[in-house]
């Protein structure tokens, strides 16, 4: 496959993988734009990546990426000979002569992963992990590096001694020469379907990301201190269970792409021609393809925590080179933006474990999961405490408490003789009451926006103000503008209307690209905040541009914002465009105060909300 093709594979490949089924065809249908090749090679991984809640997944991503892409391994190789063909599947085989293997758990992009039963230990249940048939048959060093990797896995998992590890119970080769390990059945929910299920869009409770992370954090610092990093850290490779306590039970697993170092099996050296991991939780120097070391797992530990406190990933960038840019920048929404319950130290906790260089970021795992616990637990600062209740002795008034209290006395006695003797002038001096309909200085707006649309029709060199009160020629594309004197989050979307019906829903801003994902709008700002246009499509028919202008991001609106980077922008999920149109109703009333100035073609709303809505329509005809 040419480098150009599997690039777009992996991009379209992570996006399309944490979709649901129903939405990750249509996805895939946009994304693909109709290269049958491309479409083909992404389903053939997604295929490879199905698997269930119980068992040590193995992503299809990373190390299948060397069977597209890579034509040179750079490892340090192991001398093999080849195997015989051998059975696809174990189901209803006795591995070793002790575990029952009754079920098919799911398959990786090199190993398979069955459901088994220990026959020497009542029957315990175990996970039987082995390499997939059709590695054997790969031809030379291909065949050679994945055995390489699937025993580094099992040298990766017998080095790190801590209870957040899956222990592995056995490790030999089956008689066709495939490798296998039996390892711990690890019961529970990945962290990623555990967070769709109890985070409800906005985020986990702070004290179980607190145990989550902490958890976490302290089997990474055990791996690292047994000179393994893990690479590919991210909700799916992270188990939660809750005990009967109400407890939660924390396990990193899929050691799949680990970077061990001094391994008795090769030496390991990254391969230059793909990079493994998954990139929305790549360090920059992972995603640069530099050294790794501890810290970029430390890094990756930072985006979950701040995906987990806020329901969404820092950076939601379309690919991994706008991830590049935007890592670059630093963060733009602060975890606090989004939850403003969160405390301080928390949030600055989060932020240098996300620092773009390396040394910047925590020493250890250990170090961020504690502090982050700490500062998570944190409770508001307790008023100044009482005196303690108890007998006291009766201590006599001194003469200087007589003398104050005469002092106050005699002041309130001569501020009531002043107000009844002005209080004829007092009234004199009230204003008239301001005729219905006038705002007074006191009931001032308390936001204002004003914006317009540039517009270029086909036939013009440069494009034009407006504010959309006329009828535009069919392939005009606009830009939308602001003028501010308020800092604020901006969210615009673009409904567009075929025959007087609903036809498709898009985001307009923020996008990756427009904000780089952030709603937010400096103080002061003017110009265009939209980077592409929007294009008017078809003969006839009419856009309706959805404006909000609020205080604050909104968490509701930026996880719908957010859902559509993996439809290209468009809001396709029917619940997303239910919540979103529910929203802007409710947000319409009262209707804030809009002024439009034809002449200057600009359009100012006031209001004394935290949250103020309009809608423009467009018409495009012939």
């Known amino acids: 496959m040419e480098r150009p093709l599997w690039e777009r594979v992996e991009a379209i490949y992570h996006a399309a993988l944490p979709l649901a089924a129903d939405e990750r065809a249509a996805y895939l249908a946009g994304a693909c734009g109709g290269d049958a090749a491309l479409l083909r090679e992404v389903s053939t991984l997604l295929a490879a990546d199905v698997g269930a809640e119980d068992f040590l997944r193995e992503p299809a991503a990373g190390l299948a990426w060397a069977l ?106 089956l008689p066709d020469g495939r490798p296998y390990l039996v390892m711990e059945f690890v019961r529970g929910t990945n962290l990623r379907d555990h967070l769709r299920k109890f985070g409800e869009g906005r985020g986990l409770p702070p004290r179980d990301v607190a145990d989550i992370v902490g958890q976490a954090a302290r089997t990474l610092t055990a791996a690292h201190d047994a000179e393994i990093v893990h690479r590919d850290l991210k909700p799916e490779n992270v188990m939660v269970r809750r005990g009967a306590a109400g407890d939660l039970h924390v396990k990193v697993i899929d050691f799949g ?48 925590a701040y995906e987990l406190l806020t329901g969404r990933p820092p950076f939601p ?76 002795k009766f201590q006599p008034l001194s003469r200087r408490v007589f003398i104050i209290a005469a002092v106050v006395l005699l002041a309130l006695l001569a501020g009531y003789a002043g107000l009844f003797a002005n209080r004829k002038a007092d009234r004199k001096a009230e ?58 989050a901006l969210y615009l979307f673009a409904e567009g209307h075929e025959a007087g019906v609903p036809s498709e829903l898009n985001t307009l801003f923020p996008t990756p690209k427009s904000g780089q994902g952030s709603a937010l709008v400096k103080q002061a700002r003017i110009g265009r905040v939209t980077q592409n246009p929007l294009r008017f499509r078809g003969t006839s028919g009419t856009i309706y541009l959805w404006v909000i202008w609020a205080e604050r991001p909104l968490p509701l609106i930026d996880d719908i914002v957010f859902r559509s980077y993996e439809t290209g922008g468009r809001i ?44 423009r329509r467009l018409e495009y005809q012939p």
């Open 68 to 173: 597209l892409s890579d034509d040179s391994f750079a490892e340090t190789l192991a001398d093999t000979e080849a195997m015989p063909h051998a059975p696809a599947d174990l189901v209803g085989t006795k591995v070793a002569g002790r575990y029952e293997v009754t079920e098919r758990l799911g398959e990786g992009g090199f190993g398979e992963v069955y459901k088994a039963f220990d026959a020497n230990l009542m029957s315990r249940p175990v996970v039987v992990k082995v390499l997939k048939d059709a590695a054997l048959r790969e031809a030379g060093e291909k065949r050679a590096w994945l055995l390489t990797k699937f025993r580094q896995e099992i040298e990766a998992l017998s080095r790190v001694q801590d209870p957040g590890v899956v222990s592995i119970f056995d490790a030999d080769t």
């Open 257 to 304: 792409i680990a970077k061990v170092r001094n391994s008795l099996v090769a030496a390991s050296v990254a391969t230059q021609n793909f990079n493994p991991g998954t990139w929305l939780y790549m360090s920059p120097e992972q995603l640069n393809r530099k050294k790794v070391g501890p810290a970029c797992d430390i890094y990756a530990l930072g985006v979950i």
């Open 317 to 392: 960038a379309a690919d991994p080179l706008l991830l590049r840019d935007m890592q670059r920048e630093g963060v733009k929404v602060r975890p606090r933006d989004l939850n403003p319950e969160l405390p301080v130290a928390a949030q600055e906790s989060i932020l240098k474990a996300l620092s773009f260089l390396p040394a910047d970021r925590h020493e250890k795992a250990r170090d961020f999961g504690d502090e982050l616990a700490r500062a998570l637990s944190e409770e508001p600062a307790p008023l100044a405490a009482a005196p303690t209740p108890g007998r006291r």
């Open 431 to 488: 204003p008239e009451p301001s005729p219905p309909g006038t705002v007074t200085e006191a009931a001032a707006p308390r936001r204002s926006l004003t914006y317009w649309l540039s517009m270029q029709r086909p036939r013009d060199a440069k494009p034009f103000d407006t504010i959309g009160e006329r009828v535009f020629e069919p392939g005009s594309q606009f830009w939308f503008n602001v003028q501010t004197t308020q800092e604020g």
């Open 572 to 615: 396709s999920n029917e619940r997303d465009r239910a919540a979103l149109r529910t929203f802007i109703e409710q947000h319409r009333k009262p209707r804030p105060e809009v002024l439009a100035d034809d002449r200057l073609f600009r359009v100012t709303l006031r209001g004394s909300g935290e949250t103020l809505v309009d809608v």
